[in-house]
Nanobody, 126 residues
């Protein structure tokens, strides 16, 4: 059974850093693109970052460019989202999602991903 489990969220002060992990089980991560999405209360879900199966293509939302870095370790079946210079507006539930064979394009849409984790909360506050 395909499963994605996010971890690494928490409470951090503005300017701080967190590294989120998305651990995959039940499938071969190598063949899947992984996307990170976030949703804050009362707001629409936002695509944050994507990495293709071969790491050949990535995507970052304008709001996180230069601050977030996505990476993957297929041997550990884990995708990471390193988040630096965090801002209060980064506060949200963060989800990872998987889709086989997908390339990361110029946008991210949730309906393009079939498999989702349960999410990890990130709160940026002083």
């Amino acid at each position: 059974q395909l499963q994605l489990v996010e971890s690494g969220g928490g409470l951090v002060q503005p300017g701080g850093s967190l590294r989120l992990s998305c651990a995959a089980s039940g499938f071969t991560l190598n063949f899947y693109a992984i996307g990170w999405f976030r949703q804050a209360p009362g707001k629409e879900r936002e695509g944050v970052s994507c990495i293709s199966s071969s790491s050949g293509s990535t995507y970052y939302a304008d709001s996180v460019k230069g601050r977030f870095t996505i990476s993957r370790d297929n041997g550990k079946k884990t995708v990471y989202l390193q988040m630096n210079s965090l801002k209060p507006e980064d506060t949200a539930m963060y989800y990872c999602a998987a889709e086989p064979g997908k390339l990361c394009g110029a946008t991210m849409k949730g309906h393009e991903y079939d498999y989702w984790g349960q999410g990890t909360q990130v709160t940026v506050s002083s």
